[in-house]
C-alpha cells in the first residue's frame, strides 16, 4: 500500500480534528523504526520540514528517556501487535517536550509485516494543566488550611469576651472557619480517593458496619441502622466513602435531636447491589440533586455540594449508578445507589 495514502486514510474524520500526529515507519536494517511517511501535524508540532525527516529514524526525535523506551522491545511488541498504548516524549526543533501516548500496528504488504503505523495523541497541554493544578491545589490549600487554624484559635479566645456583640461576631466566623476547613478535609479526601491507582474488593456488611461505628462515633446522638440481606458479597472498597457522606450528610442536616439513618443493602439483578440510605432531613435541595443526578459544579462551595460531587464521582468510577427521590413518609430524602459486585482476591485488588 501507497504510505501517503495511509497516512490519508489515518488521518480521515475524527482524526482531522483531533491532536493526532501520525507516523509511518520501517525497520533499517539495525531493526530500528525508521520515519517513510508523516502527517502535516507531526511536522508542525515538531517544527521541521518533510525532507528533513524522511528517512531518519524516530527515536531521534524522541527525548533520551523514550528513545530509550523504544528501543529496549517497544518496537518488536508493535510489529508484533502486541503494543499497548504507551507514553513518548518527543523533542522539538526549538527544544520544547511534546507530551504523546501512542498506539502502534503492524503494516503489512502482501501479508508481511514491512514496518508500523503510530498514532500518536497529543497530550501535551493537558499534562501541564494537570501538572500545574496539582501544585496550586496542594500550596493553596495548604496556606489556606493554616490560616483557617489561625482563625479558629482566634474566634475561640474572642468568644470568651464580656461584650455580647463580640462574642456574637465570634461565633459566626468561627461557624464560617468550620465550615471551610471542613471543605479543604473533603478535598484531601477527593484527592486520596482519585490518586489511588488500584483499587481493593471489600466484604460489603464489614464496610457498612465500619461506616456506622465512625458516624455514630463523630456524631453520638445519631443512629444508624442496618438492614442488609449481602452477605457473602464483595464491593469495590471506595464505596466506604460513599456511603459515609449519605449517611453524615443526613446525620447533620436535619434537626432532630436524635438523628436516624438507615442503611438498606440487598443484592438485585444476580451481579449488582442495590443500597439505600434514607434520612429524616428537610430533603435535597433541587441545586444538590442535580449534582448528584449531573454532576454540575454550581454551588460547590458548600460542603454538602461537594460531599454530593463526592458520591456521584464515585460512583461512576466504580462502574454504578445512582437515583434520588424523596423519603415515602414525605419527610427526608432516599438516595439509592447500585454497584457491580467484584470478587474477592488474597491480595485484596482487583
Keep these: 500500500m501507497d504510505t501517503g495514502r495511509l497516512v490519508e486514510e489515518v488521518e480521515e474524520d475524527p482524526f482531522a480534528y483531533l491532536p493526532v500526529l501520525v507516523v509511518v515507519t520501517r525497520p533499517d536494517e539495525d531493526g530500528v523504526p525508521v520515519i517513510e511517511?508523516?502527517?502535516?501535524?507531526?511536522?508542525?508540532?515538531?517544527?521541521?520540514?518533510?525532507?528533513?525527516?524522511?528517512?531518519?529514524?524516530?527515536?531521534?526525535f524522541y527525548t533520551a528517556e523514550s528513545a530509550a523506551n523504544h528501543l529496549h522491545g517497544g518496537y518488536e511488541r508493535a510489529r508484533r501487535g502486541d503494543y499497548d498504548r504507551e507514553e513518548r516524549d518527543f523533542l522539538t526543533a526549538d527544544g520544547n517536550v511534546i507530551s504523546t501516548v501512542v498506539r502502534a500496528t503492524p503494516r503489512r504488504v502482501d501479508g508481511e509485516v514491512v514496518g508500523v503505523v503510530a498514532v500518536y495523541v497529543?497530550?501535551?497541554?493537558?499534562?501541564?494543566?494537570?501538572?500545574?493544578?496539582?501544585?496550586?491545589?496542594?500550596?493553596?490549600?495548604?496556606n489556606i488550611r493554616n490560616d483557617l487554624n489561625v482563625l479558629h484559635g482566634h474566634a475561640e479566645m474572642l468568644a470568651q469576651h464580656d461584650d455580647e456583640s463580640v462574642v456574637e461576631s465570634a461565633n459566626v466566623v468561627g461557624r464560617a472557619v468550620e465550615r471551610w476547613l471542613s471543605l479543604t478535609e473533603k478535598a484531601t479526601e477527593i484527592e486520596r480517593l482519585f490518586e489511588e491507582t488500584t483499587d481493593r474488593s471489600a466484604h460489603l456488611p464489614k464496610l457498612l458496619h465500619e461506616v456506622q461505628t465512625a458516624v455514630e462515633m463523630g456524631w453520638p446522638d445519631a443512629t444508624i441502622q442496618i438492614e442488609q440481606q449481602v452477605a457473602d458479597v464483595h464491593v469495590s472498597s471506595r464505596l466506604s466513602a460513599v456511603i459515609d457522606e449519605l449517611c453524615e450528610n443526613g446525620v447533620k442536616h436535619t434537626s432532630c435531636d436524635s438523628p436516624e439513618v438507615r442503611i438498606d443493602a440487598s443484592r438485585v439483578d444476580g451481579n449488582w447491589v442495590k443500597?439505600?440510605?434514607t434520612d429524616e432531613g428537610p430533603g435535597i435541595p433541587d441545586h444538590e440533586r442535580a449534582v448528584l443526578r449531573h454532576g454540575e459544579e454550581t454551588d460547590l462551595v458548600h460542603g454538602s455540594g461537594l460531599g454530593f460531587?463526592?458520591?456521584?464521582?464515585?460512583v461512576r468510577r466504580i462502574g454504578g449508578h445512582l437515583r434520588v427521590a424523596d423519603a415515602p413518609n414525605g419527610s427526608g430524602s432516599v438516595v439509592t445507589v447500585y454497584v457491580p459486585i467484584v470478587e474477592e482476591t488474597n491480595n485484596g485488588e482487583w
Excluded at 128 to 141: A, F, I, K, S, T
Excluded at 309 to 314: D, G, I, S
Aim: charge should be neutral.
Design 309 to 314: 460531587w463526592l458520591v456521584r464521582t464515585v
Design 275 to 277: 443500597i439505600c440510605v
Design 122 to 142: 497529543d497530550v501535551t497541554e493537558q499534562k501541564w494543566r494537570e501538572q500545574h493544578v496539582n501544585v496550586l491545589n496542594r500550596v493553596m490549600r495548604h
Design 37 to 60: 511517511d508523516c502527517n502535516d501535524r507531526f511536522l508542525e508540532r515538531l517544527g521541521y520540514d518533510y525532507e528533513s525527516v524522511i528517512g531518519r529514524r524516530v527515536t531521534e
